[in-house]
């Protein structure tokens, strides 16, 4: 942890950092390979039964479970392979049961990485997490990238318009079916009449599917189910008269219905390829580690090659390893089209950002709480020097033999709060840049990682017993308890739902007042 801290000062201003599902296992949210994770619990994990859908009984929050949150009732999601096709095995699981999030809080964990942002010390906080438990520890927006979504935002197919809500709005999505049965509150503004035209179809889809199912034991779901397909047969509709109309008239297709979707990646999913590019904030990510000007070079070079009318000076010459990096990602290429429908990085030098934090590369990569089997194939947040893998489980296995047979005592075999120095036979094979020109690694998990090799600090230890250590004795930074009403967006941010939307989900808002200190009840 010491070493850890003199990392931390050194490297301020340069440092990301990397979460996984091992920072939120204090909110009794469940990780995903460690002990007692989802898939130790689900090794064969079966696809969900549709006709069981409709026996759940929803969920009820009272005060006692505000007060000792029985988180088991969750219906979530777990990473994806972002570069595998979809596997159609009857044993691929299309959900894996998560703790209901929004009896969550976040952790000292999530409020420690927050102070080291809001100090300076931290530029950008990556995160494969869906329990938006980030955003509501008051991070701010600008400095977080969310790889695989966030189950308290909504997005409209038609606008764009985010939305923000206090409920679990994916509790019923799934891979390839992301409509939640409900319509963009900004488009009702804007477009009210279009919007009671769809809300009218989608109360008489709904009526006639119920009238199908008068045996269910659970009405709330089944009108929640009801309106989610309904919600699909309607857009699939309107985007095939929309496909018809182009080709009749020959003019670009009309907006898509004013629906909203989930903005989860769900497993065995990609990443959106358009629209939803800035909410994952990848663009962002990237510009974090590799500094901003190589991911500005790289997409103006790759659009030079599809565009001759994209002006640049660039040749292949003088690109580094860092930009063919980028450049050969199979994300960067899919990603292009999205890069140049909406930019969200200036493609110009006339248009450059005024602020500098981002202009350099990241010298310091801090890994919390993750195992990196997800993160390792997203390479092109890995700098230069760090992209390779090396599994350190066979040495270990060795290593722990031979204590045992030289009878050495348990004392001498724990080692899971120390620090793990890189070995030297995969020293030669990672280092191929200078020491003092490769970016540092840091990484605190309770398990061991495929790039522990590649580290110059190891620590199987929990993250908030770390960090601990770290903020009150290395940096001397006070770490402030999770406030509601002052940290979370949600509080103040959400958009509540219509009363004639409220059939639409069986999740509880996230009790606020459970959460608040005492000093603002009294």
Known sequence: AVKLGDLIQTHKGRIVVYTGAGISTSANIPDYRGTNGLWVRNKKPRLSDGANVFQSSPLQCDKSACERPSLSRQESVIPPRPFSAPCNSKKTPMKLRLPEAT??????????????VTHGYVRHVISQ??????????????KLSELHGNLFLEQCVSCGCIVKRRFDVAENTGRGHHLTGRICPDCRLHKPAECYIVNLNLCSAVEKLINGKSHLKSPKKAFMLAQKSAALKLLRSLR??????????????PDSAPLLRDVVVHFYERQPEMGLAEIY??????????GRKPLQD????????????VDTDLTSDEFNARNLALIHSPWFKRMLPAFRKNPVIPLSNASEISSAECESSATLIIVLGSSLQVLRNYSFLWPHGLGKCFSESKPRRSLTKKNKQTNEGPA?????????????PHTSLSCSLPKTDRCSLAIVNLQPTCKDSLADVVIHAPCDAILQIVMSECLGLSVPDYDPLRDDPLYSEAVLLTPDEEHTRTRPDIPFECFTPMNHTS
Do not use: W, Y
Request: hydrophobic share 30%.
């Open 103 to 116: 009896l969550a809080k976040p952790t000292f964990t999530h409020m420690a990485i927050k102070t080291l």
């Open 129 to 142: 997490n869906v329990d938006g438990l980030h955003m509501r520890s008051g991070l701010p927006r600008e």
């Open 240 to 253: 095939k008269s929309d496909s018809d109309s182009t080709q009749t008239v020959g003019c670009g297709p």
């Open 281 to 290: 904030r990848v663009a962002a990510a990237i510009q974090a580690v590799h």
């Open 298 to 309: 790289s997409i103006r070079f790759c659009l030079a090659q599809e565009s001759p009318e």
């Open 412 to 424: 001498d075999q724990q080692n899971s709060c120390q620090c793990i120095p890189p070995t030297s």
